[in-house]
């Protein structure tokens, strides 16, 4: 008799979604592997907002997941606006180019709604109105972002804290340091165990059906320039540094068979003031987006986009790859002290470098060529524009540079006048990959030769195909618990009969 | 151990020679939930009338150095760190304490530690060890002293704070047995606060003090400072000035000395709710009671409170109009912790003590002394709450002894989440730090500097109200924007 009726390979939200799925479905003996150590447990839950993107059609559907919402925003449910399949079925095809799996996406909007209530109800994550995020006050109302209100208490912190309590109340084991090396398959071919390594060795778990949810390969540099390529190859890493394709790779070696696009991930500016990894403590607040406000001059010490092209939602993925394409793959943000009030909460993770004239900032930053960067904010200087002009940070302001400045800043190009000025570093950062494996609509791993293979099953960042190029905000943990929940109960299912 | 080796030199030599190792899971589990729990009601007192007050003299707190001022924008000096940070930790008296020490353990010494390690960048581990020894030296004081100290009206957190708050420091910096030595009688001429002054905001300027003094006594020993290592029992040194002849027992300092760890004491209280600690028995009855019957406010008929006696006297406020009151309202916390589920800070503002939906409850809310919990009961902090329900239900719940086998401190330091976040809500941190604070914390021993620990708890500079923004900035014309969050 094996050890496990269900092993779960991972521990974010995904993977204990399936554990407690695969529980609450009537398997008895069920096991989590999570590599990391406990202190660095979770994945990269931990990292995330926490932010879940679901589907409703009346407002006040949402009441039972933000108790006292009402009491606590006025005019609570006037402000939002329903967000009906069709919506973010819509959302998803324009995001990824109609490129998203018709059968994934489809299981993933229908069952968002559900997912989120049962994530909640059972799976005991407390939630609420995700009013910094995803709020705007407008009169004496707060508009809502579409599809966007919910959020885990505590973000992914909170979120992460929760799964690991509900999965320990209902008597899951939680196995921390095993590090999930093969996969077992019997000569029937169906999945029967995992070979792990922990700080013991090298042991062998038996188990009727095994759920990977594992992650991605961004944390992995050689996959990463294998797959994305050399830029993102030197891109640091925003989340979970165990994220290396373990479950990926343990997958295809037994025949699991590729999908989606391997060659494409999240990336956004994050700063560049840590190593390849940035600090866990730190969760999502690596990001460097307020440089629609900035100039940006690379160590060469030229700009090289225009910062104001759009609002940074729109421009954050291709001027991440922009900066990794830059020498030393980094960039200066420099900001002069009319415009610091607008940065984001999160630059509060650094300190940035401050100067009382550009000259001496200049000197202070590492750019190699400071001559240049010099001339090159003289030349902005005399292009921008003052804020009396009608600069307008709610919206493009088209206050953009005069002239003929290459590249432009069309929005916000104030003058940089005000000392003291301040510098903040920027890189690229990885968040998740795309790429993942072919499932059915049971989460069960499809081989190359087209077959399910018995006994396996994923969930979470490692399910290809519903992702490319981006995807929309707020969707990756929903998906996550949506397939977890799945494959955990069709791992259950399996273990049983 | 010779004859002519002083107190101050004993105790020295065992601070020196204090092995981490004797530290078990129970104490260590102990000592971070101290750590988590002083950096809680620091953050929370971070921002009150008190601490504010204090950094209005000037000199205090308002040239920069390596240290931060949690929830403040700015760094500042080891000293004004432990003294704003120290005062900061008491100010809502939200702090841990232990019955035997007879004050509260851990505020003198997490803010003078936090103070020397950022500076020092030491790792969280000596952190963990320099504060068990912290706990050591100030209880195992406090047995030799007490209950006289108590009673003659010193406060124990202050004079006995501030030599553990040397001890503390002196083993985290890693002084010889001598220089702490120096540190420990260089402590005893710096202890002060008298309980006089309890009910005002002297009584965190105390820990915020002797915070300060226990470090300074460190650094002052490093330096080569001079001090009498036979300070303690000197006929005009501590044991005979602050307490007197016969008043006291020097053997009861070194008796088990660390064996077992005062960490491991169950003594030790962890407030669970920020209110008077005699409603606390009848808080968890009602909470524990909510949660079993998943009870919904609707269905509350009536409510009956019923604390020990003597838990009731002070409580006993029906109709609470003030901060104050409301603290000590067992009625107002009981139909608090009935509709919300918890007892948090945010509950004892003005407009919560006066939310219709509470008043409302509070005229069905009635408390009376237990009728069977005898005056003399072996327990005094027992509780049972009753509630009628609207469909003719009666559902009860009886707490016997909140202070049992530990039951007023959580078994692991995840139990410290919830109280941890609501403090850290009202130190207003940017970026909602207050989740990844409380993960740093949780494993602090593998955090390998203590600067990047203290860098995650600083706050952000005043900002004008009007930007104060949400992430959305961009208004567009579309009542249903795009979010503008970017992941």
């Given at each position: 008799m094996s050890e496990y009726d269900v092993i779960v390979v991972g521990a974010g939200n995904a993977a204990l979604a399936a554990a407690v799925s695969a529980k609450e479905n009537g398997a008895e003996r069920v096991v989590v592997l999570e590599k990391a150590p406990r202190e660095m447990r979770g994945g990269n839950t931990h990292w995330s907002g926490g932010v879940l993107r679901f589907a409703f059609d009346d407002p006040?559907?949402?009441?039972?997941?933000?108790?006292?919402?009402?009491?606590?925003?006025?005019?609570?449910?006037?402000?939002?606006?329903?967000?009906?399949?069709?919506?973010?079925?819509?959302?998803?095809?324009?995001?990824?180019?109609g490129r998203t799996d018709p059968v994934l996406s489809d299981i993933l909007v229908r069952n968002s709604k559900d997912t989120v209530f049962w994530m909640n109800e059972v799976g005991q994550v407390p939630m609420e109105p995700a009013l910094s995020l995803s709020a705007i006050?407008?009169?004496?109302?707060?508009?809502?972002?579409?599809?966007?209100?919910?959020?885990?208490?505590?973000?992914?912190?909170?979120?992460?804290?929760?799964?690991?309590?509900?999965?320990?109340?209902?008597?899951?084991?939680?196995?921390?340091?095993?590090?999930?090396?093969?996969?077992?398959?019997?000569?029937?071919?169906?999945?029967?165990?995992?070979?792990?390594?922990?700080?013991?060795?090298?042991?062998?778990?038996?188990?009727?059906?095994?759920?990977?949810?594992?992650?991605?390969?961004?944390?992995?540099?050689?996959?990463?320039?294998?797959?994305?390529?050399?830029n993102i190859g030197n891109a640091k890493v925003r989340g979970t540094p165990h994220n290396q394709g373990d479950g990926l790779r343990m997958a295809m070696d037994i025949g699991a068979m590729p999908t989606g696009q391997w060659s494409g991930c999240h990336a956004t500016p994050i700063s560049a003031d840590w190593g390849e990894f940035a600090?866990?403590?730190?969760?999502?607040?690596?990001?460097?987006?307020?440089?629609?406000?900035?100039?940006?001059?690379?160590?060469?010490?030229?700009?090289?986009?225009?910062?104001?092209?759009?609002?940074?939602?729109?421009?954050?993925?291709?001027?991440g790859r922009a900066i990794l394409a830059q020498p030393g793959a980094k960039a200066w943000q420099i900001f002069d002290s009319q415009t610091l009030h607008l940065l984001e909460a999160r630059y509060s993770t650094s300190d940035p470098i401050v100067a009382d004239t550009l000259e001496d900032l200049v000197e202070l930053l590492d750019i190699e060529d400071k001559a240049q960067a010099l001339r090159t904010l003289k030349a902005y200087n005399e292009a921008a524009r003052d804020a009396g002009e009608g600069f307008d940070p709610t919206k493009k302001d088209s206050l953009g540079t005069h002239g003929d400045l290459k590249p432009p800043k069309s929005n916000w190009a104030l003058r940089l006048d005000k000392p003291p000025f301040h510098a903040y570093s920027a890189t690229g950062g990885i968040t998740f990959t795309f790429g993942g494996l072919k499932v059915t609509e049971d989460a069960q791993i499809v081989g190359t030769d087209w077959r399910p293979i018995p006994g396996l099953y994923c969930c979470g960042e490692m399910v290809g195909g519903l992702f490319y190029d981006n995807y929309p905000a707020g969707t990756g943990l929903v998906s996550g618990a949506t397939f977890g929940r799945i494959a955990g109960r069709s791992a259950a299912k399996a273990a049983q009969g | 151990?010779?004859?002519?080796?002083?107190?101050?030199?004993?105790?020295?030599?065992?601070?020196?020679?204090?092995?981490?190792?004797?530290?078990?899971?129970?104490?260590?589990?102990?000592?971070?939930?101290?750590?988590?729990?002083?950096?809680?009601?620091?953050?929370?007192?971070?921002?009150?009338?008190?601490?504010?007050?204090?950094?209005?003299?000037?000199?205090?707190?308002?040239?920069?150095?390596?240290?931060?001022?949690?929830?403040?924008?700015?760094?500042?000096?080891?000293?004004?760190?432990?003294?704003?940070?120290?005062?900061?930790?008491?100010?809502?008296?939200?702090?841990?304490?232990?019955?035997?020490?007879?004050?509260?353990?851990?505020?003198?010494?997490?803010?003078?530690?936090?103070?020397?390690?950022?500076?020092?960048?030491?790792?969280?581990?000596?952190?963990?060890?320099?504060?068990?020894?912290?706990?050591?030296?100030?209880?195992?004081?406090?047995?030799?002293?007490?209950?006289?100290?108590?009673?003659?009206?010193?406060?124990?957190?202050?004079?006995?704070?501030?030599?553990?708050?040397?001890?503390?420091?002196?083993?985290?910096?890693?002084?010889?047995?001598?220089?702490?030595?120096?540190?420990?009688?260089?402590?005893?001429?710096?202890?002060?606060?008298?309980?006089?002054?309890?009910?005002?905001?002297?009584?965190?300027?105390?820990?915020?003090?002797?915070?300060?003094?226990?470090?300074?006594?460190?650094?002052?020993?490093r330096e080569g400072f001079t001090a009498n290592p036979g300070a303690f029992e000197h006929p005009q040194g501590f044991f005979e000035v602050f307490n007197g002849p016969g008043t006291y027992d020097t053997n009861r300092l070194f008796e088990n000395w660390a064996d077992p760890l005062e960490?491991?004491?169950?003594?030790?209280?962890?407030?669970?709710?920020?209110?008077?600690?005699?409603?606390?028995?009848?808080?968890?009855?009602?909470?524990?009671?909510?949660?079993?019957?998943?009870?919904?406010?609707?269905?509350?008929?009536?409510?009956?409170?019923?604390?020990?006696?003597?838990?009731?006297?002070?409580?006993?406020?029906?109709?609470?109009?003030?901060?104050?009151?409301?603290?000590?309202?067992?009625?107002?916390?009981?139909?608090?912790?009935?509709?919300?589920?918890?007892?948090?800070?945010?509950h004892f503002d003005e407009a919560a003590i006066s939310d219709a939906a509470v008043t409302e409850l509070l005229a069905r809310t009635e408390a009376k002394a237990h009728p069977d919990m005898p005056d003399d009961a072996d327990s005094q902090w027992a509780a049972e709450v009753v509630v009628h329900t609207t469909d003719g239900r009666r559902l009860a719940h009886r707490i016997d002894n909140l202070m049992a086998n530990g039951g007023a401190i959580p078994n692991s330091v995840s139990g410290m989440w919830e109280k941890f976040m609501d403090c850290a809500e009202a130190a207003h941190l940017p970026g909602d730090m207050g989740g990844a604070v409380f993960e740093r914390l949780e494993t602090l021993e593998s955090a390998s500097d203590m600067s990047q620990v203290l860098r995650l708890m600083k706050g952000a500079p005043a900002r004008r109200e009007e930007d104060k923004t949400s992430a959305g900035t961009y208004v567009a014309g579309d009542p249903a924007p795009e979010t503008q969050w970017v992941p």
């Amino acid at each position: 008799m094996s050890e496990y009726d269900v092993i779960v390979v991972g521990a974010g939200n995904a993977a204990l979604a399936a554990a407690v799925s695969a529980k609450e479905n009537g398997a008895e003996r069920v096991v989590v592997l999570e590599k990391a150590p406990r202190e660095m447990r979770g994945g990269n839950t931990h990292w995330s907002g926490g932010v879940l993107r679901f589907a409703f059609d009346d407002p006040r559907e949402i009441a039972p997941l933000v108790p006292g919402a009402e009491e606590q925003i006025e005019n609570f449910y006037d402000g939002i606006a329903p967000y009906p399949y069709d919506d973010y079925h819509g959302d998803l095809m324009r995001v990824t180019g109609g490129r998203t799996d018709p059968v994934l996406s489809d299981i993933l909007v229908r069952n968002s709604k559900d997912t989120v209530f049962w994530m909640n109800e059972v799976g005991q994550v407390p939630m609420e109105p995700a009013l910094s995020l995803s709020a705007i006050k407008k009169d004496n109302k707060v508009i809502w972002a579409r599809g966007l209100v919910v959020r885990a208490k505590h973000e992914g912190v909170g979120l992460s804290r929760a799964w690991f309590a509900t999965a320990e109340a209902m008597g899951i084991e939680i196995r921390y340091g095993a590090a999930a090396r093969e996969l077992i398959v019997d000569d029937s071919g169906k999945v029967c165990g995992v070979k792990i390594r922990d700080d013991d060795g090298m042991h062998t778990l038996e188990a009727k059906s095994v759920v990977l949810g594992a992650g991605g390969f961004e944390a992995n540099v050689q996959m990463r320039t294998q797959h994305i390529g050399t830029n993102i190859g030197n891109a640091k890493v925003r989340g979970t540094p165990h994220n290396q394709g373990d479950g990926l790779r343990m997958a295809m070696d037994i025949g699991a068979m590729p999908t989606g696009q391997w060659s494409g991930c999240h990336a956004t500016p994050i700063s560049a003031d840590w190593g390849e990894f940035a600090p866990r403590e730190l969760t999502d607040r690596s990001n460097r987006l307020s440089y629609p406000f900035a100039v940006m001059v690379n160590l060469k010490g030229e700009r090289f986009v225009d910062e104001g092209e759009d609002p940074a939602l729109f421009t954050y993925a291709k001027f991440g790859r922009a900066i990794l394409a830059q020498p030393g793959a980094k960039a200066w943000q420099i900001f002069d002290s009319q415009t610091l009030h607008l940065l984001e909460a999160r630059y509060s993770t650094s300190d940035p470098i401050v100067a009382d004239t550009l000259e001496d900032l200049v000197e202070l930053l590492d750019i190699e060529d400071k001559a240049q960067a010099l001339r090159t904010l003289k030349a902005y200087n005399e292009a921008a524009r003052d804020a009396g002009e009608g600069f307008d940070p709610t919206k493009k302001d088209s206050l953009g540079t005069h002239g003929d400045l290459k590249p432009p800043k069309s929005n916000w190009a104030l003058r940089l006048d005000k000392p003291p000025f301040h510098a903040y570093s920027a890189t690229g950062g990885i968040t998740f990959t795309f790429g993942g494996l072919k499932v059915t609509e049971d989460a069960q791993i499809v081989g190359t030769d087209w077959r399910p293979i018995p006994g396996l099953y994923c969930c979470g960042e490692m399910v290809g195909g519903l992702f490319y190029d981006n995807y929309p905000a707020g969707t990756g943990l929903v998906s996550g618990a949506t397939f977890g929940r799945i494959a955990g109960r069709s791992a259950a299912k399996a273990a049983q009969g | 151990m010779t004859q002519t080796q002083t107190i101050a030199e004993r105790l020295a030599q065992r601070i020196v020679a204090f092995d981490g190792s004797v530290i078990t899971p129970k104490a260590r589990e102990r000592a971070l939930i101290g750590i988590v729990d002083t950096v809680a009601v620091m953050l929370a007192g971070a921002h009150t009338p008190c601490v504010a007050t204090l950094r209005k003299v000037p000199g205090i707190a308002d040239a920069s150095g390596p240290c931060t001022l949690v929830a403040q924008a700015d760094k500042v000096s080891m000293l004004d760190a432990a003294l704003v940070n120290g005062t900061a930790a008491h100010a809502l008296d939200y702090d841990d304490f232990s019955s035997v020490f007879g004050g509260h353990q851990s505020a003198p010494l997490v803010p003078a530690l936090f103070a020397l390690a950022e500076a020092e960048r030491s790792s969280g581990k000596d952190v963990v060890t320099a504060y068990a020894v912290g706990v050591e030296t100030e209880i195992r004081l406090a047995r030799a002293v007490h209950f006289h100290h108590y009673d003659k009206g010193w406060h124990p957190t202050a004079t006995l704070g501030t030599i553990g708050a040397a001890a503390a420091t002196a083993r985290l910096l890693g002084l010889s047995a001598e220089k702490t030595a120096i540190a420990l009688a260089l402590a005893v001429s710096q202890a002060a606060g008298v309980k006089a002054n309890f009910g005002t905001m002297t009584k965190p300027f105390h820990v915020g003090m002797c915070a300060r003094a226990g470090l300074l006594s460190t650094l002052l020993a490093r330096e080569g400072f001079t001090a009498n290592p036979g300070a303690f029992e000197h006929p005009q040194g501590f044991f005979e000035v602050f307490n007197g002849p016969g008043t006291y027992d020097t053997n009861r300092l070194f008796e088990n000395w660390a064996d077992p760890l005062e960490l491991e004491d169950d003594g030790i209280v962890v407030k669970a709710y920020p209110c008077c600690g005699s409603t606390h028995a009848a808080i968890k009855a009602a909470l524990l009671l909510r949660a079993e019957a998943s009870l919904k406010p609707g269905e509350i008929a009536s409510v009956e409170v019923l604390p020990h006696g003597r838990r009731l006297k002070h409580t006993d406020t029906p109709h609470p109009s003030t901060e104050l009151q409301a603290k000590f309202s067992v009625q107002y916390v009981i139909a608090r912790a009935l509709l919300d589920g918890a007892v948090k800070l945010e509950h004892f503002d003005e407009a919560a003590i006066s939310d219709a939906a509470v008043t409302e409850l509070l005229a069905r809310t009635e408390a009376k002394a237990h009728p069977d919990m005898p005056d003399d009961a072996d327990s005094q902090w027992a509780a049972e709450v009753v509630v009628h329900t609207t469909d003719g239900r009666r559902l009860a719940h009886r707490i016997d002894n909140l202070m049992a086998n530990g039951g007023a401190i959580p078994n692991s330091v995840s139990g410290m989440w919830e109280k941890f976040m609501d403090c850290a809500e009202a130190a207003h941190l940017p970026g909602d730090m207050g989740g990844a604070v409380f993960e740093r914390l949780e494993t602090l021993e593998s955090a390998s500097d203590m600067s990047q620990v203290l860098r995650l708890m600083k706050g952000a500079p005043a900002r004008r109200e009007e930007d104060k923004t949400s992430a959305g900035t961009y208004v567009a014309g579309d009542p249903a924007p795009e979010t503008q969050w970017v992941p």
